[in-house]
C-alpha cells in the first residue's frame, strides 16, 4: 500500500470459505490484534455478491513510525453455529515508500579553511545531507548549484561522498574566501541547498616590493645632513605578520633610513660627504617581512659624489731653493715648481702665477 493512500481507501480481500450454509455460515470478519491504522468490512452488494475489504483508517507515514512500515495481523472469520467456528489467515502489510521527503543538510551553512598552499585534490570538507526515503528515492547526489561550468571553479565536490576538494591552486592575494552553493538531490528529484563557505589562510609566499619613487645620484659633496637621497615605499602582498615589512640599511656610514609616511621610506644623509675621501658609496636596502621564515628583498642605490673645490692647491714642498750662474741669458730654466690638487676636473687645473 504506498504511504500516501487517503483515509478511507478500500482493499478488497479473498474471503474465507465455509461449507455450511445460513446461520452456521460466516457471520463477520475481524483482525486482531486490533490497531489504529486498518479495519475490515464486510457484506453484500446489491447484486448479491459478497465482498470482504480492508479499511484505511488514518494516514499512513513510512518516516514517522518506522513500525509502519510493515504491518502485520490476523483476520478471523466467525460461523454462527454454536458453538461458533472460526478461521485465521495472516494479513501482511507493506508501505511502500513514496518520496515525500526532501533531502536535509545536517548544516545550513559549513565554514571550512585551507591553506592557501594545500596541494591540488586535498579534501576542504565534507558536506552531508539525509533522505528519510528508502531506495531510489533515498539516494542522494551532490553538485554545485549555480555554477555554469564547474571547471572554471577552484574546488570540485565528489557527488556521492560530498567531499569538497581543491581543482586549482589557492591564492589568498587573490580571494581570501570562497563562497559555494551545494545542491543535495535524491533519486526522485527533490532537492536540498546549502551554503559553504572556504577560508583560505595566507601563507609566507610573498616576499616584499620596494617601489623607488625619487632618486637623487650623484650628491655635491657639501651636501648638508637630512638630505634626502631617495625616498621608496615597501609592500607586502601577505597578510598579517606576513606581510608586516621592516626595512634596514646594511653599513650605513654617512646614510640612514627614514620612516617617511605609512610604508614610506626616506634614504637620508646623517654626516658631511667628501669626494675626497670616497667618492662612490654602494648601499643596500634590505626589505623583510615578520613570516616565519621572512623573506627579503634588497634594494641598491648607487651614490656618485660630485666634486666641489674645497680644497686649494698644495706645492709639494714648503720651500724651494735654486742656483743659478751669473751672466746667463735672458729665459734660461732656473728650476720648477710643483702643485696639486686634491679636488678633480676643472677644481683640479692649477695655474702659476
Known sequence: IP??????????????????????????????????????????RSEGDKYLELVLEKPLDREEQEEQSEVS???IAVDGGSPPRSGTTQIRIVVLDVNDNAPVFSQERYVGRVLENTPEGSVVLSVVATDR????????????????????????????????KIAKPLDFEMAENHELSVRATDGGGLSAICKVLVEVVDVNDNA????????????????????????????????GANGKVSCALEDPLSFALRPAYKNYYELVTVSMLDREETARYILTVVA??????????????????????????????TSYTMYVSENNVPMVLIGAVRASDADVGPNAKVTYS
Do not use: C, K
Request: glycine share 8%; no cysteine; proline share 8%.
Open 133 to 164: 526515503d528508502v531506495g531510489v528515492n533515498g539516494d542522494i547526489s551532490y553538485q554545485f548549484s549555480h555554477v555554469i561550468d564547474q571547471s572554471d571553479s577552484v574546488f570540485m565536490i565528489d557527488p556521492r561522498t560530498g567531499e569538497i
Open 288 to 317: 623583510a617581512d615578520s613570516g616565519s621564515p621572512p623573506l627579503t628583498t634588497t634594494q641598491t642605490f648607487t651614490v656618485d659624489i660630485s666634486d666641489v673645490n674645497d680644497n686649494a692647491p698644495v706645492f709639494n714642498q
Open 3 to 44: 504511504e500516501t493512500s487517503d483515509p478511507g481507501s478500500r482493499f478488497p480481500l479473498e474471503g474465507a470459505e465455509d461449507l455450511d450454509v445460513g446461520s452456521n455460515g460466516i457471520q463477520v470478519y475481524s483482525i486482531a490484534p486490533e490497531n489504529e491504522y486498518f479495519s475490515v468490512s464486510s457484506g453484500s
Open 208 to 239: 616584499p616590493e620596494l617601489v623607488v619613487s625619487s632618486f637623487s645620484s650623484p650628491l655635491p659633496e657639501n651636501t648638508l645632513p637630512g638630505t634626502v637621497v631617495a625616498l621608496f615605499t615597501v609592500r607586502d602582498r601577505d597578510a
Open 73 to 75: 495481523f490476523s483476520l
